[in-house]
């Protein structure tokens, strides 16, 4: 059984919530990582807390919920093992796992309705990485270069 990790602030208790619930009734095991109050924390520790069961193994894939999704993708997006994708819709979500091999789906509970939300979860899950031509591509996204015209 797969596990999923997932994790947010304050402000995704709810989202995340339903979400590891819908997990669960497809099969997966969660890894919830909190938050689970509606007390005030900070994005990035949860972000980091999800890198972490990544690096160690402990899940494959995650889910990462803030009120809008921006600062908790950027807070994930400073680990190199991780590329997480905002996406507001199921075509975003597909996109970001066929063409960007993203490992973590990140939601905003504030901006994305919950049947939206479930829809860009399944979309996530069920969409496997192309490879071919996006494979220069993201291997690209694990390098810290500077920037050149190419």
């Known amino acids: 059984m797969e596990t999923i990790a997932i994790a947010s602030d304050h402000a995704g208790v709810e989202l995340k919530a339903t979400l590891a619930a819908e997990l669960r009734e497809q099969?997966?095991?969660?890894?919830?990582?909190?938050?689970?109050?509606?007390?005030?924390v900070d994005y990035p520790v949860f972000a980091n807390r999800l890198a972490g069961a990544l690096a160690r193994g402990g899940a494959r894939r995650g889910v990462l919920i803030c009120?809008?999704?921006?600062?908790i993708s950027i807070a994930a997006n400073r680990?190199?093992?991780?590329?997480?994708?905002?996406?507001?819709?199921?075509?975003?979500?597909r996109l970001a796992?066929?063409?960007?091999?993203?490992?973590?789906?990140?939601?905003?509970a504030r901006?994305?309705?919950t049947e939206v939300a479930r829809?860009?979860?399944k979309a996530f899950l069920l969409t496997e990485f192309a490879g071919g031509r996006?494979?220069?591509r993201v291997a690209k996204l694990g390098r810290v270069?500077?920037?050149q015209p190419n």
Do not use: K, M, Q, Y
Request: aromatic share 2%; proline share 3%.
């Open 97 to 108: 796992r066929e063409h960007n091999d993203a490992n973590v789906l990140v939601l905003g």
């Open 79 to 93: 680990h190199a093992h991780l590329r997480a994708a905002l996406c507001h819709d199921a075509t975003s979500a």
């Open 111 to 113: 901006t994305t309705g």
């Open 67 to 71: 009120g809008t999704g921006i600062g």
């Open 134 to 136: 996006h494979v220069p």
């Open 119 to 121: 829809d860009c979860l």
């Open 27 to 40: 099969g997966f095991a969660v890894a919830d990582l909190g938050t689970h109050g509606p007390n005030s």
């Open 145 to 147: 270069r500077e920037a």
